[in-house]
């Protein structure tokens, strides 16, 4: 489906390129299986437990790839002090926070002031230097710009950054030597990093793969951009339990999308609920809701009327497992 | 270990499991129990002062440990007739239940399961959606025992004891084998104690093929049973059914287990409900692992302070985390406010 010739921002060489640079950081997370969930699902599932990432989710890769990158072009520069920025609460402020850490570099993170006091907690005990905002984007944009500017602190995007969609892309590499022979993979779609990365891996690795975006509805703004052939930003902040799926696709991950993934399937609150439930009381893994979103793909009709032999063996990417275990989402309180 | 028979030692010890018979059972295992993982984690062995390996027997069939006993044992009297094997019955409330019901489901026997009426509804249904048939009865020890024994009767099922028959046993030791191959240089083994079918199968497996290898049992201090057994020298069951958390550990150590754990075991840690309120936040915060209070009773152990005296230089300690079936409605009551880190 990608137009020959075609130039993205991130090619296979840089994902090659990335799975030497983040080895030696990273975890190389196990696949797991699950029988009833086979039968559910009427397929051989593969979950790739990023959940079992270090600090708790796939943005790790992508942090590890940026934050390298930057002590790399200061190779043969003065001796300072090198320091990233982002701006995120969630699973990429914890990633980036020690994957700076690791490798010697401070990290700035910009969360809004009324972030959950769990999220800061999390950031702070990697390492991370917290730098408050007003709870707007606006806000968050102007922040960071503000702390690049006064520290020379390299931006890390959650998602837009070519380092960090190659750095997610490294799981391709892992999978294929964990699973026999992949027909499809479903991957979770909020800002479209790991996707994009994945669709531009498995595209070398895999050709014949289908690559399935799981998004929830309530935030489907892949699936509505792919059906108009047009990136279509959600036109308000969505209302999803799935924390991490809540951006919109970036211009710099649509054109990969738009021309490696085979279909979007959305699914319901409701039907992420079950699907995370389903995956922790089965599988006796946690897992957040965003990594739900994927395993409720699979659950749809949508997903059960493909071809069976052509979907036979599913790669399901559990993206992350970081929850505030006092809210869960099935407590009669939420 | 010779034939001499010492003082306060039953006739059952003459059918004492040896590491052969627990390789015999991880044949009869492979292709059907799984391998289960061992992780790690950075966090807790900062914690711990050393590099902790965790056997994840939450991730086992039916969700314990317990599959592995159940199947060695059942298969084991499947290939012992030619005729069409006898159904199999047993007593239990957790895990003993689901995993008896599902590897009878597999073997294609029939499992009688008697559970108490106040056992958790998740489990009922887990039995029986592994094809068990469920008896209830007054949650009583001896309602439980007499309905086992009517049943058994009706039905010529043999009963499968939870943790003493010799075949779960050896099933249990199964995980001994597998934490050799798969933990270079283990210092040290801890593994939660209920009725001690684990410890006496996983001791027996160290100290036959590898004696250097500490084993230590980890029990509730509020069911410490175990603990005190060992330190006197004779089994001492408390007499009352203890409270705790750890629900899969409150039935006493049984007297088929006892002349192992009294033979193979280094020492028995306790920990109090706060240890393993503060293990259980620990495993499902950083590990991402759903185990059941039972299952991170030896991580708690590990973390201890006593754990840390008695093994100041061990540098490679594997931890069983025995099983993952909780009812997760109830999960809030079962972690700690605030991590103690």
Redesign the interface.
Same mark, same amino acid.
């Given at each position: 489906m990608a137009s020959a010739g075609k130039s993205y921002c991130i090619s296979f060489q840089n994902i090659q390129a990335a799975l030497s640079t983040v080895k030696p950081f990273v975890k190389k997370t $196990?696949v *797991?299986t699950c029988s009833h969930l086979n039968r559910l699902a009427n397929r051989n599932l593969f979950f790739k437990c990023e959940? #079992?990432q =270090?600090t +708790?989710s796939f943005k790790f890769r992508g942090a590890c790839n940026a934050v390298s990158k930057v002590v790399a072009s200061n190779q043969d520069g003065p001796d300072r002090e090198l320091s990233v920025v982002t701006h995120s609460s969630g699973n990429h402020a914890q990633a980036v926070s020690l994957a700076a850490q690791v490798q010697g570099v401070t990290a700035h993170i910009v969360m809004p002031s009324n972030s959950p006091a769990v999220k800061k907690e999390a950031v702070k005990?990697y390492g991370g230097l917290i730098v408050e905002c007003e709870p707007t984007e606006q806000s968050r944009v102007d922040t960071a710009d503000q702390v690049a500017e006064k520290t020379g602190a390299t931006m890390v995007h959650p998602n837009q950054s070519p380092e960090v969609m190659a750095g997610q892309g490294t799981m391709v590499f892992e999978i294929l030597e964990q699973v026999e022979r992949v027909d499809a993979i479903v991957v979770p779609v909020g800002g479209g990093g790991m996707l994009s990365g994945i669709s531009v891996a498995a595209k070398e690795l895999c050709p014949h793969a289908k690559i399935y975006a799981a998004e929830p509805k309530n935030a489907d703004d892949c699936a509505v951009s792919m059906a108009r052939g047009e990136r279509t930003p959600l036109p308000a902040p969505p209302v999803t339990m799935c924390d991490a799926l809540k951006t919109s696709i970036g211009p710099r991950t649509w054109p990969i999308i738009r021309d490696h993934v085979d279909d979007v399937i959305t699914v319901t609150e409701e039907e992420i609920k079950a699907a995370m439930?389903l995956v922790? &009381?089965r *599988? =006796? %893994?946690?897992?957040e809701p965003s990594s739900a979103v994927g395993v409720a793909a699979v659950m749809t009709d949508k997903f059960r009327k493909l071809p069976a032999n052509a979907h036979q063996n599913v790669v399901v990417i559990l993206c992350g +497992?970081n929850v505030d @275990? &006092?809210h @869960?989402p099935? *407590?009669s309180q939420n | 270990m010779s034939g001499l028979r010492a003082p306060g030692t039953t006739v059952m010890e003459a059918q004492r499991v040896t590491v052969q018979d627990v390789e015999t059972a991880a044949g009869r295992l492979q292709g059907h129990a799984r391998e289960t $993982?061992v #992780?790690t984690c950075?966090t807790l062995d900062e914690l711990a002062g050393r590099r902790l390996y965790f056997k994840c027997e939450? @991730?086992q069939k039916s +969700?314990s440990f317990k599959f592995r006993g159940a199947y060695n044992a059942i298969s084991k009297l499947v290939s012992s007739t030619n005729q069409k094997p006898p159904p199999v019955v047993t007593h239990s409330s957790g895990n003993h239940a689901c995993a008896l019901a599902l590897a009878a489901h597999q073997l294609d026997v029939t499992a009688h399961v008697v559970m108490p009426r106040n056992a958790p509804q998740c489990k009922k249904e887990t039995v029986r959606g592994y094809g068990g048939k469920v008896y209830e009865c007054t949650p009583t020890e001896q309602a439980r025992v007499e309905t086992m024994e009517r049943i058994a009767a009706e039905e010529g099922a043999v009963y499968l004891s939870s943790s003493q028959h010799p075949d779960i046993i050896a099933g249990q030791g199964t995980m001994g084998l597998e934490l050799l191959r798969q933990v270079p240089d283990l210092d040290a083994v801890i593994t939660c104690v209920g009725g001690g079918g684990m410890l006496a199968g996983v001791s027996t497996v160290m100290k036959s093929l590898n004696p250097h290898v500490r084993v230590y049992g980890a029990e509730p201090e509020q069911a410490n049973d175990a603990a005190t057994s060992l330190a006197k020298g004779e089994r001492c069951p408390l007499p009352y059914y203890p409270d705790t958390i750890a629900d899969g550990l409150r039935i006493n150590m049984g007297p088929v287990a006892w002349p192992y754990i009294r033979d193979n075991v280094d020492d028995i840690i306790t920990v109090t409900e706060e240890e393993i309120k503060n293990a259980m936040?620990l495993i499902?915060?950083r *590990? =991402?692992?759903?185990?059941e209070p039972s299952g991170v009773v030896g991580v708690a152990a590990a973390l201890s302070d006593s754990f840390k005296a008695r093994e100041e230089t061990a540098k490679h300690v594997a931890v069983i985390l025995s099983g993952?079936n909780l009812d997760?409605?109830k %999960? $809030?009551d079962l #972690?700690s406010m605030s991590e103690h880190?």
């Open positions: $196990p *797991m959940n #079992l =270090k +708790g005990s439930r922790w &009381e *599988m =006796k %893994l946690v897992i +497992g @275990l &006092e @869960l099935w *407590m | $993982p #992780l950075g939450n @991730l +969700g936040t499902w915060q *590990m =991402k692992l759903v185990v993952g997760l409605l %999960l $809030p #972690l880190v």
